[in-house]
RNA sequence: GUGGGCGUAGCUCAGACUGGUUAGAGCCCUGGAUUGUGGCUCCAGAGGUCGGGGGUUCAAAUCCCCUCGCUCACCCCA
C-alpha cells in the first residue's frame, strides 16, 4: 500500500500552485492597501494558549485540536485558528508601545481534526486581519469593507454578508439569564443537543436546524434587542458606515459563532458557490480577549478567511485564472555531441536574465520540440553541428514558427 | 462521533443487475510517419494485485461477509 497524504490534507501540485500565488498577491496589496503588517507566528502554540481564547467549552477546543506533548511533558497544539496566536505574539512584543493601534495580518495553514467534507479540510489555510486597539465601530466597518475588497478584486460574486452583534461581558449574561428563563419550562421539547447547549451555551440553540427547538426560539427574546445601550449604538454606528459604503448585509440575530471570545459585532461572509461549509469569513470584535492572554484591557477586531473556500468559489464560478507564463527559451541540441555547447549557451542566457531551460536526457531534436512546445516557450535555440562551426546557432520564434541562424556572441541582443 | 454514496490504467469512466476465453474506451504519456525541428492528423506502444482480506463456485471486477480508503451530509466552521 502506497502512504497518502493524512485524512483532510492535499498536495498542492504544480499545476495549480499558480492559483495560490495570485490569491497571495492579490490579498497582500489589498492588505497592504489598508494599511495592515504581516506577521507569522509558529504553526503550533503551548495548548493553554487555545484553551484560555477560544473558550474551554468550545467544539473547537473540546474536539477539534491537534494536541501532543512534546518531549518534556508540556501539551502543544497545531494552531486552529489565528487570532489567539497574533494576540499572544502582541503580547509577548509589547506590540502596544508601536502605537495604540496596531493592524495585522497573517496568512497560513490552519489546523483542525474534523471530518472532512466539501470545503473542509484538517490542514486549511488562512488569512486573517486583526485591529488591536480601538473601539471604534469605523474599525468593526473597515474589517469587512476590506475582506470584501479582496473578493472584488478576485472577482467573487453571490456573496452574503451575515452581521449581527453578541453584546458585551455585561449585556450578553443578561440576556443569557433571560434566554435561559424563557428556555426553562421549555426544555423538555428541545432535542438532546439542545438541552445540552441549554446548560453549556444557551446561544447555540438558535443555530438548531431543526423544526422543533426553531419553532420554540422563534419566540424567544433576541439578543440585539437585549443589548446595552452602548452595543447598541456600537451595532447601530457600524451598520451606519456599512450602509454609507453601499455595502448591503443582513442582519442575522441567531449568528452566533464558535469562539467564546467575540463581543459586540459579529460577522459572516458566505458563499453561494459553496457547499454545506458555506462561510467564506468570519469575524468579530473581541474586546476581552488580550486582558483575557494576561494583557492590559484592549478592544480588538477581526477576521478570518478560508483560502480554499476561495479557490472552490472561484472555480466554481468559472473566473479565468491569470495565464500561467511559460519560460522564454528552450536550448535543444540536434546531437548529444552538442550538449556542452548547449549548456554553456543555457547558463549564459540565464544569467543574462532570462528563464530558460533544457532536456538533459538523450532525446531527439523531436522530442526536445515537444518539450519545448509544452513549455509554452517564446523561443528556442536550437545548437546544431553545422551552426556551431561558424560560431552560430539557430533561434525558433516558436509562435510564427520563423528561425533564423544568429551568431552565438549576439544571442543575447537578439533574444 | 452519526448517516448516505462511491472505490476498475496517471485522469474521466464503461463492464457488475443476468458470474464464463488474454478486463475495455477517451484523455495523458512514449516512439514513429523524408533519420536536424513542436502544436493538428494518422500509426504503434507503455501503463491495471479490478482498494485490501476472506467466503460461495468448476469459474468472481461481477454474488456474500469483513476491512480500509475516498466523498457528501449532520455537528461545527474557514
Same mark, same amino acid.
Given at each position: 500500500?502506497?502512504?497518502?497524504?493524512? /485524512? !483532510?490534507?492535499?498536495?498542492?501540485?504544480?499545476?495549480?500552485?499558480?492559483?495560490?500565488?495570485?490569491?497571495?498577491?492579490?490579498?497582500?496589496?489589498?492588505?497592504?492597501?489598508?494599511?495592515?503588517?504581516?506577521?507569522?507566528?509558529?504553526?503550533?502554540?503551548?495548548?493553554?494558549?487555545?484553551?484560555? !481564547?477560544?473558550?474551554?467549552?468550545?467544539?473547537?477546543?473540546?474536539?477539534?485540536?491537534?494536541?501532543?506533548?512534546?518531549?518534556?511533558?508540556?501539551?502543544?497544539?497545531?494552531? @486552529?485558528?489565528?487570532?489567539?496566536?497574533?494576540?499572544?505574539?502582541?503580547?509577548?512584543?509589547?506590540?502596544?508601545?508601536?502605537?495604540?493601534?496596531?493592524?495585522?495580518?497573517?496568512?497560513?495553514?490552519?489546523?483542525?481534526?474534523?471530518?472532512?467534507?466539501?470545503?473542509?479540510?484538517?490542514?486549511?489555510?488562512?488569512? !486573517?486581519?486583526?485591529?488591536?486597539?480601538?473601539?471604534?465601530?469605523?474599525?468593526?466597518?473597515? *474589517?469587512?469593507?476590506?475582506?470584501?475588497?479582496?473578493?472584488?478584486?478576485?472577482?467573487?460574486?453571490?456573496?452574503?454578508?451575515?452581521?449581527?452583534?453578541?453584546?458585551?461581558?455585561?449585556?450578553?449574561?443578561?440576556?443569557?439569564?433571560?434566554?435561559?428563563?424563557?428556555?426553562?419550562?421549555?426544555?423538555?421539547?428541545?432535542?438532546?443537543?439542545?438541552?445540552?447547549?441549554? %446548560?453549556?451555551?444557551?446561544?447555540? *440553540?438558535?443555530?438548531? /436546524?431543526?423544526?422543533?427547538?426553531?419553532?420554540?426560539?422563534?419566540?424567544?427574546?433576541?439578543?440585539? #434587542?437585549?443589548?446595552?445601550?452602548?452595543?447598541? $449604538?456600537?451595532?447601530?454606528?457600524?451598520?451606519?458606515?456599512?450602509?454609507?459604503?453601499?455595502?448591503?448585509?443582513?442582519?442575522?440575530?441567531?449568528?452566533?459563532?464558535?469562539?467564546?471570545?467575540?463581543?459586540?459585532?459579529?460577522?459572516?461572509?458566505? $458563499?453561494?458557490?459553496?457547499?454545506?461549509?458555506?462561510?467564506?469569513?468570519?469575524?468579530?470584535?473581541?474586546?476581552?480577549?488580550? %486582558?483575557?492572554?494576561?494583557?492590559?484591557?484592549?478592544?480588538?477586531?477581526?477576521?478570518?478567511?478560508?483560502?480554499?473556500?476561495?479557490?472552490?468559489?472561484?472555480?466554481?464560478?468559472?473566473?479565468?485564472? @491569470?495565464?500561467?507564463?511559460?519560460?522564454?527559451?528552450?536550448?535543444?541540441?540536434?546531437? #548529444?555531441? +552538442?550538449?556542452?555547447?548547449?549548456?554553456?549557451?543555457?547558463?549564459?542566457?540565464?544569467?543574462? !536574465?532570462?528563464?530558460?531551460?533544457?532536456?538533459? $536526457?538523450?532525446?531527439?531534436?523531436?522530442?526536445?520540440?515537444?518539450?519545448?512546445?509544452?513549455?509554452?516557450?517564446?523561443?528556442?535555440?536550437?545548437?546544431?553541428?553545422?551552426?556551431?562551426?561558424?560560431?552560430?546557432?539557430?533561434?525558433? +520564434?516558436?509562435?510564427?514558427?520563423?528561425?533564423?541562424?544568429?551568431?552565438?556572441?549576439?544571442?543575447?541582443? #537578439?533574444?
Amino acid at each position: 500500500m502506497l502512504i497518502r497524504v493524512p /485524512k !483532510g490534507t492535499q498536495d498542492i501540485l504544480p499545476e495549480d500552485i499558480s492559483k495560490w500565488y495570485y490569491i497571495e498577491d492579490i490579498i497582500k496589496e489589498i492588505l497592504n492597501k489598508y494599511g495592515y503588517k504581516e506577521i507569522r507566528t509558529p504553526f503550533f502554540e503551548y495548548t493553554d494558549l487555545f484553551v484560555r !481564547g477560544i473558550g474551554e467549552s468550545t467544539d473547537i477546543v473540546t474536539k477539534e485540536m491537534f494536541t501532543f506533548p512534546d518531549r518534556k511533558g508540556r501539551s502543544l497544539t497545531l494552531r @486552529p485558528e489565528g487570532t489567539a496566536p497574533v494576540v499572544r505574539a502582541y503580547l509577548e512584543n509589547s506590540m502596544g508601545r508601536i502605537s495604540k493601534v496596531i493592524k495585522l495580518f497573517y496568512i497560513g495553514p490552519m489546523f483542525r481534526c474534523e471530518k472532512p467534507q466539501a470545503g473542509r479540510f484538517r490542514q486549511f489555510n488562512q488569512f !486573517g486581519i486583526e485591529i488591536i486597539g480601538t473601539k471604534s465601530p469605523a474599525a468593526d466597518a473597515e *474589517v469587512i469593507i476590506t475582506a470584501l475588497d479582496v473578493y472584488k478584486k478576485l472577482g467573487l460574486k453571490n456573496l452574503e454578508i451575515l452581521i449581527n452583534s453578541v453584546g458585551c461581558k455585561k449585556c450578553r449574561f443578561d440576556y443569557i439569564q433571560k434566554l435561559k428563563k424563557y428556555l426553562k419550562d421549555k426544555k423538555e421539547l428541545l432535542c438532546s443537543d439542545c438541552k445540552m447547549r441549554y %446548560e453549556k451555551n444557551p446561544l447555540r *440553540v438558535f443555530d438548531c /436546524k431543526k423544526d422543533g427547538c426553531q419553532k420554540i426560539i422563534e419566540k424567544a427574546p433576541l439578543i440585539t #434587542e437585549n443589548l446595552c445601550q452602548e452595543c447598541e $449604538s456600537h451595532f447601530a454606528q457600524v451598520k451606519s458606515y456599512l450602509d454609507d459604503q453601499k455595502i448591503v448585509f443582513h442582519e442575522d440575530p441567531r449568528l452566533v459563532r464558535g469562539f467564546d471570545y467575540y463581543t459586540k459585532t459579529a460577522f459572516e461572509i458566505i $458563499s453561494g458557490e459553496l457547499g454545506a461549509q458555506n462561510a467564506i469569513a468570519g469575524g468579530g470584535r473581541y474586546d476581552d480577549l488580550v %486582558e483575557e492572554l494576561g494583557g492590559k484591557p484592549t478592544p480588538a477586531v477581526g477576521f478570518a478567511a478560508g483560502i480554499e473556500r476561495m479557490i472552490i468559489a472561484i472555480d466554481q464560478q468559472k473566473v479565468k485564472w @491569470p495565464e500561467e507564463k511559460g519560460l522564454d527559451i528552450f536550448v535543444a541540441k540536434v546531437d #548529444e555531441k +552538442n550538449k556542452d555547447s548547449a549548456f554553456k549557451l543555457l547558463q549564459k542566457i540565464r544569467n543574462a !536574465g532570462l528563464s530558460a531551460d533544457m532536456d538533459y $536526457s538523450e532525446g531527439s531534436l523531436k522530442s526536445q520540440m515537444r518539450i519545448a512546445n509544452k513549455l509554452r516557450v517564446r523561443y528556442t535555440v536550437i545548437v546544431g553541428e553545422e551552426e556551431l562551426s561558424k560560431n552560430m546557432v539557430i533561434l525558433r +520564434n516558436m509562435q510564427t514558427k520563423e528561425q533564423k541562424e544568429i551568431k552565438i556572441d549576439n544571442i543575447i541582443n #537578439e533574444l
